[in-house]
């Protein structure tokens, strides 16, 4: 009798299993088979175990490479400067040894022709405590250049966290629910934020406490291995005669000065640093876009709508209206005094702003 029990237990709880895992295959919610055409808004949080079986599939004529900065920026613009299929293989958070890794995946499938680099200050950062656990788990594939995904991964299939993505994807795709997700050309869509922006629900408050907490920066301290990376890539694209576009992302302007006033001789540095490895346009300080609230999602996030200006001054474009005062082509002869520039424009901004310089010179007293 108990024999026959414990049976008819395992074959139902086996039956169980298959059928959550069929179902979880079916609605593919972290893209790993890339076998249906869902919105998949957890895709957000595995963007490699999303983008890297794209890349394998090759077809890619140029790639944007960088952290979630450049991951928000439209792939369609860049058809206006550079022919070819373009996709956008930024990482969230990346450290710069991580991105070589990816472009290495990336060149190993595809014929490239440009890599447009957005390097981030927080992508030299050798203190950082963690990385991307995803690129921790996928690195040694990453590396030998294997799938990163498959079939025989079936028991990630039938765990709760992907029955509840499941769950998250279909309640994306059958009700108005909206948040943020990629899209199939690499780019990270804050649909849910654009919804808010439409419906006039969108305030960016920029919150100082969250500086000192964001482990992206605190502690930090310039890592010769993630410049070393860099020297890499650029050593990579050369031999490989791919034309490298390199510049670092504008920011929020209280997120500058935050940055600037806490980590001033490391952000400086990493400046300096960079010019001597390869020329950049240089899209960061406090400028015309950068005080403009409704230019970003959060302190350094643009808007997708920014596109067209960024990548219409990283290409020279004089037929897109530019601010003047935003970004500079930084070369080892003017960098002293572009340097020198962004301090003058910090101390500005510091004589006009003086609550908000209260609040971010207090922070250290605040931990």
Not at 353 to 358: G, I, L, R, T
Request: aromatic letters at 12%; charged letters at 25%.
């Amino acid at each position: 009798m108990w024999k026959r029990f414990t049976f008819k237990v395992v074959v139902f709880t086996g039956l169980v299993v298959l059928f959550i895992g069929a179902f979880n295959w079916v609605v593919d919610p972290y893209s790993y088979f890339h076998h249906n055409k869902l919105a998949k808004p957890k895709n957000v949080a595995k963007p490699l175990t999303f983008k890297l079986p794209i890349i394998k599939k090759g077809g890619i004529d140029n790639i944007m490479l960088g952290t979630s900065r450049i991951g928000v920026l439209k792939t369609e613009v860049i058809s206006k400067y550079l022919s070819g299929k373009t996709f956008n293989l930024s990482s969230p958070s990346s450290l710069a040894d991580e991105q070589l890794a990816i472009l290495e995946y990336a060149l190993k499938f595809n014929h490239v022709k440009n890599v447009i680099y957005s390097i981030d200050f927080m992508s030299v950062n050798g203190s950082r405590k963690k990385r991307s656990s995803e690129f921790e788990e996928l690195k040694e594939k990453i590396h030998n250049f294997e799938d990163v995904y498959s079939i025989t991964n079936f028991k990630d299939l039938v765990t709760l966290d992907t029955t509840l993505a499941t769950i998250t994807t279909l309640r994306y795709n059958f009700t108005n629910f909206r948040g943020t997700l990629y899209l199939q050309d690499g780019r990270r869509d804050y649909q849910g934020i654009k919804e808010q922006i439409v419906n006039g629900k969108f305030v960016l408050e920029y919150n100082t406490k969250n500086f000192i907490a964001n482990e992206q920066y605190s502690p930090f301290s310039i890592s010769e291995k993630n410049f070393k990376a860099i020297k890499s890539i650029v050593k990579l694209c050369k031999d490989k005669n791919i034309k490298l576009i390199v510049y670092t992302p504008p920011m929020y302007a209280p997120h500058f000065f935050a940055i600037t006033t806490h980590l001033n001789y490391e952000f400086f540095d990493f400046k300096k640093k960079l010019v001597e490895i390869t020329d950049y346009v240089d899209l960061s300080g406090i400028n015309t876009i950068s005080k403009n609230s409704q230019n970003y999602y959060d302190e350094s996030h643009l808007r997708e709508n920014l596109s067209e200006i960024v990548f219409a001054k990283i290409f020279n474009d004089s037929s897109i209206k530019i601010p003047k005062d935003f970004g500079v082509l930084v070369t080892k002869e003017n960098i002293e005094s572009h340097l020198t520039k962004l301090k003058t424009e910090r101390e500005i901004w510091r004589k006009t702003h003086p609550k908000d310089v209260a609040e971010i010179e207090n922070l250290d007293n605040n931990k």
